[in-house]
């Protein structure tokens, strides 16, 4: 099933002991007696330079902490006010981290804005402090160098970094509906100029090493270590220390200049830039983009834009204290408390609840080779896993190699990979029409079209040449898994993953288990659903599981508004207005219409008329004449390859006529139109819950944001239902059931929170 990426942000690290070590260049060695107290933060004199070395004990990365805020600052003091110290490196004792950003849960326990204010104060004061430092700061960075992270190396003197795959710079604030709070609006656009600050900032990408040089963001390069004596990430930091230390050294002797010799072109940009006007064109331009992209329901990025033009038109003091008051409004403001409830619910759907497998699934099968076999294979072989892709036809097996050669490909051209890594991970891959191999497959999944009948026949056939502790999953996106389970011998090795279209892109795994399906399987599942790279939510089984369960009634709700005499563009505008990714008409498309009529027409017969709306004939009629979405090149839209722009099909305003409804002034306006898709996804998502589908408002959150596009800003629709009020939807849902039935009846769980004022699903 298709949906909308959703963005976010989520290092995995490793912390390691940092041993210290002596040789000839390192003849000073001294410890400050008052440091030993300390628990984030200690520093040692080397040849006259400072090392101080930051490592968050009992944690897998560093962050801006108070604890950790106040040890530097002391450190940093001690450290000028030693005189055996001519200058400073600063690095991390974690190889996987330098700093990952600030400290989340410090900024959330604050009760108001003013607090938020003071702490964003407090490190600009902290890093100001540093930028002016009397000694020189080299900021020595392996891995990860986020937020407040990068906000710190930027306040330092001279930044050095490893060329590691690890080492990524960036401020991903604004996805969590802040801005950088610690200097980083007013550092930036200095450093590297108004536009390419901009694109940092609102985006919040990572940024590689070798293009943070380019940039102007790191001043050296140093190449990672191979193992030797000791592992790579020990030699590599140490390497890097060593380096750092005699850059340190030679900034002091007039060795190493501070200030480069600005080139021809970054005169003339500086030139261009000095003009008012120029200046102005670039907010506008930038403003109207994030207008286009953001639908204004995001204030973030606007905040920072605001933030940056305050400091270079007004000065530098007007900049940083509109930033720290700015960053106080964010962080309390319902849009950041929902993405960084995502950012939790993304961490904890990255942990395996069920714990580790007996048997780790070393080759795994799959059965199909479209699009979305393909994509499941292109996710596997790069993770060290033998992949079995196995297709009926030598033309689908064909297509399916070359969907997870060019994947590869792609990657080997952004440089992520040499073609070398490339060929090496493609010889994972053995493509085939039979079954041979099969007896050392650990897992296969089934990609095979939605036929109940042709599911029980690949589960016989597999079942019939694999070893008994093999685990058989099928990639449905709507039939229950017990039914498929019911042609098992072994139903406790039978479970659901079901994948999202684009599989390499899209983020998230929703895992499906009957009664019988055991532990291990679904610790197994989960396991390789984590390897994949993917966000994962376990879910109970019945009619279309969770997500396509809450997808459903949205869309025949959308075929009822254009039935009504909504414009597909109109209604795109009006779910992309509310905050969804992608518009309604546009996702059925992107789902495929046939799709789309298939799973109406199975859950219309499992749930009712509750999963009324829309005629289905609408659909199936679409489908008749050709109209099957993106993938046929006609449905609601007519796609034309190498066009972005996509115009109304012509052809669907006869399908339309046909099955004309009037609508009803009272549920028609373009907001009671937005409440009718809405609410209907989310009281799907709420009775989910209610019966015991989902384990928890988090997963319903992460699976409908990740998996169907809900939007962000909203935080899922159980976030969405404790800000919005649960009274007010209800009271909502009532003037449409007036209108039209049991449809918008609200379940028993959303009247109860809406009796209760008190009662949230998230505290």
């Known amino acids: 099933m298709a949906g909308v990426r959703a963005l976010g942000v989520l290092s995995r690290l490793t912390s390691r002991r940092y041993a210290l070590f002596t040789g000839s260049n390192f003849r000073t060695f001294s410890v400050a007696p008052v440091m030993?107290?300390?628990?984030?933060?200690?520093?040692?004199?080397?040849?006259?330079?400072?090392?101080?070395?930051?490592?968050?004990?009992?944690?897998?990365?560093?962050?801006?902490?108070?604890?950790?805020?106040?040890?530097?600052?002391?450190?940093?003091?001690?450290?000028?006010?030693?005189?055996?110290?001519?200058?400073?490196?600063?690095?991390?004792?974690?190889?996987?981290?330098?700093?990952?950003?600030?400290?989340?849960?410090?900024?959330?326990?604050?009760?108001?804005?003013?607090?938020?204010?003071?702490?964003?104060?407090?490190?600009?004061?902290?890093?100001?402090?540093?930028?002016?430092?009397?000694?020189?700061?080299?900021?020595?960075?392996?891995?990860?160098?986020?937020?407040?992270?990068?906000?710190?190396?930027?306040?330092?003197?001279?930044?050095?970094?490893?060329?590691?795959?690890?080492?990524?710079?960036?401020?991903?604030?604004?996805?969590?509906?802040?801005?950088?709070?610690?200097?980083?609006?007013?550092?930036?656009?200095?450093?590297?100029?108004?536009?390419?600050?901009?694109?940092?900032?609102?985006?919040?990408?990572?940024?590689?090493?070798?293009?943070?040089?380019?940039?102007?963001?790191?001043?050296?390069?140093?190449?990672?270590?191979?193992?030797?004596?000791?592992?790579?990430?020990?030699?590599?930091?140490?390497?890097?220390?060593?380096?750092?230390?005699?850059?340190?050294?030679?900034?002091?002797?007039?060795?190493?200049?501070?200030?480069?010799?600005?080139?021809?072109?970054?005169?003339?940009?500086?030139?261009?830039?000095?003009?008012?006007?120029?200046?102005?064109?670039?907010?506008?331009?930038?403003?109207?983009?994030?207008?286009?992209?953001?639908?204004?329901?995001?204030?973030?990025?606007?905040?920072?834009?605001?933030?940056?033009?305050?400091?270079?038109?007004?000065?530098?003091?007007?900049?940083?204290?509109?930033?720290?008051?700015?960053?106080?409004?964010?962080?309390?403001?319902?849009?950041?408390?929902?993405?960084?409830?995502?950012?939790?619910?993304?961490?904890?759907?990255?942990?395996?609840r069920f714990g580790s497998p007996e048997k780790e699934v070393k080759t795994l099968a799959i059965l199909g080779a479209g699009l979305m076999g393909a994509g499941i294979a292109q996710v596997t072989v790069d993770k060290d896993v033998h992949t079995i892709l196995k297709d009926t036809t030598v033309a689908g097996l064909a297509r399916g190699e070359q969907q997870v050669y060019k994947g590869m490909n792609d990657k080997t051209k952004k440089k992520n990979i040499t073609s070398f890594q490339r060929d090496s991970i493609l010889c994972n891959l053995t493509g085939q029409l039979d079954y041979s191999g099969f007896e050392k497959a650990d897992m296969v999944i089934e990609a095979v079209f939605e036929d109940i009948n042709i599911k029980h026949a690949v589960l016989k056939e597999v079942e019939a040449v694999v070893s008994p502790h093999c685990i058989f999953a099928s990639n449905t996106s709507a039939l229950p898994i017990k039914d498929i389970a019911a042609a098992s011998k072994r139903p406790d090795k039978v479970i659901g993953m079901h994948y999202f279209s684009p599989v390499d892109k899209m983020q998230l795994l929703e895992i499906i288990t009957t009664e019988q399906t055991s532990k291990d399987t679904t610790a197994a599942a989960v396991a390789v659903g984590l390897k994949q790279g993917k966000v994962i939510i376990v879910v109970g089984d019945g009619p279309g599981f969770y997500t396509t369960r809450c997808l459903a009634p949205m869309l025949a709700e959308a075929v009822r508004v254009l039935q009504e005499g909504v414009d597909p563009k109109k209604l795109d505008a009006l779910t992309t207005g509310f905050g969804f990714p992608v518009g309604a008409a546009t996702l059925a498309d992107e789902v495929g219409i046939d799709v789309a009529a298939h799973v109406a027409e199975d859950l219309g017969k499992a749930f009712g008329s509750r999963f009324g709306g829309g005629n289905v004939e609408v659909l199936k009629t679409m489908v008749d004449l050709g109209f099957k979405g993106r993938k046929s090149g006609k449905g609601c839209y007519v796609y034309q390859p190498g066009l972005k722009v996509k115009e109304v099909n012509p052809d669907i305003g006869e399908i339309l006529e046909k099955y004309r409804m009037t609508p009803n002034p009272a549920v028609s306006s373009d907001s009671d139109v937005q409440y009718r898709l809405v609410s209907r996804f989310v009281n799907e998502a709420v009775l989910c819950l209610q019966e015991g589908i989902l384990a928890n408002p988090l997963e319903g959150d992460i699976g409908a944001v990740f998996g169907l596009g809900f939007p962000p800003c909203l935080g899922g629709p159980f976030r969405f239902v404790d800000s919005f009020g649960a009274d007010k939807l209800v009271e909502k849902m009532r003037q449409f059931e007036a209108v039209y039935g049991n449809q918008f009846t609200p379940c028993q769980l959303l009247l109860d929170h809406a009796k209760d004022p008190s009662k949230k699903f998230h505290k």
């Open 36 to 352: 030993q107290a300390l628990t984030h933060v200690n520093y040692e004199v080397k040849d006259n330079v400072a090392v101080v070395r930051i490592n968050a004990p009992n944690s897998k990365v560093n962050t801006l902490s108070i604890q950790m805020q106040n040890e530097l600052e002391e450190v940093m003091k001690e450290v000028w006010a030693n005189n055996a110290v001519q200058s400073a490196v600063l690095i991390s004792s974690k190889p996987g981290c330098f700093i990952a950003g600030a400290d989340i849960n410090m900024i959330q326990s604050c009760n108001n804005a003013e607090e938020v204010t003071k702490l964003s104060q407090g490190g600009q004061r902290m890093f100001d402090l540093i930028e002016k430092s009397p000694k020189p700061v080299v900021a020595a960075i392996n891995g990860s160098c986020l937020g407040g992270g990068l906000e710190f190396a930027i306040a330092c003197q001279y930044r050095i970094a490893t060329k590691s795959k690890k080492t990524v710079l960036g401020t991903p604030e604004v996805m969590l509906g802040l801005l950088p709070g610690a200097g980083g609006t007013q550092r930036l656009p200095k450093m590297l100029g108004l536009p390419s600050a901009f694109d940092m900032m609102l985006t919040g990408r990572n940024i590689r090493a070798d293009k943070a040089k380019k940039m102007g963001l790191v001043d050296q390069l140093i190449d990672p270590l191979g193992p030797g004596l000791k592992s790579p990430e020990d030699r590599t930091i140490e390497y890097l220390e060593e380096i750092a230390v005699e850059c340190a050294k030679g900034i002091v002797n007039k060795k190493i200049p501070l200030r480069k010799d600005k080139g021809t072109m970054q005169k003339i940009q500086d030139y261009v830039m000095s003009f008012e006007m120029v200046r102005n064109q670039i907010y506008k331009t930038v403003h109207s983009k994030v207008m286009k992209q953001s639908k204004g329901l995001y204030p973030a990025p606007l905040k920072i834009i605001e933030c940056v033009k305050t400091g270079v038109e007004q000065g530098q003091i007007a900049g940083y204290l509109a930033e720290s008051q700015n960053f106080g409004t964010l962080a309390k403001t319902s849009e950041s408390a929902a993405l960084i409830g995502l950012y939790h619910g993304q961490v904890a759907c990255k942990k395996n």
